[in-house]
């Protein structure tokens, strides 16, 4: 069973920057679409960012622009670089499998302080 473990999140400025990182275990993510989402307090969880197998990518209307989602399959890692960071971003990220998605991991916090 494939298991995904979000981190890199953590307290910025708005204007600021993070970049979060989703490895996998126990299988490979080249095989698969990924998907960055994200889940504020009192609000249902949004998918923002997605990578194909094949490397397409797209975005969530929110963040398109200031967001990038990345693979680097050599280390079975899907990143999402995040810019010019708003409050409204500050909520719990998660990685999944866009297809047959897993249990829900932990996720990772990013808040975005005015």
């Known amino acids: 069973q494939v298991q995904l473990v979000e981190s890199g999140g953590g307290l910025v400025q708005t204007g600021g920057s993070l970049k979060l990182s989703c490895a996998a275990s126990g299988s490979t993510i080249s095989i698969t679409a990924i998907g960055w989402y994200r889940q504020a307090p009192g609000k249902q969880r949004e998918l923002v960012a997605r990578?194909?197998?094949?490397?397409?990518?797209n975005y969530a209307d929110s963040v398109k622009g200031r967001f990038t989602i990345s693979r680097d399959n050599a280390k079975n890692t899907v990143y999402l670089q995040m810019n010019s960071l708003k409050p409204e971003d500050t909520a719990v990220y998660y990685c999944n499998k866009i297809f047959a998605p897993i249990t829900w991991g932990q996720g990772t916090q990013v808040t975005v302080s005015s």
């Open positions: 990578i194909s197998s094949g490397g397409s990518t």
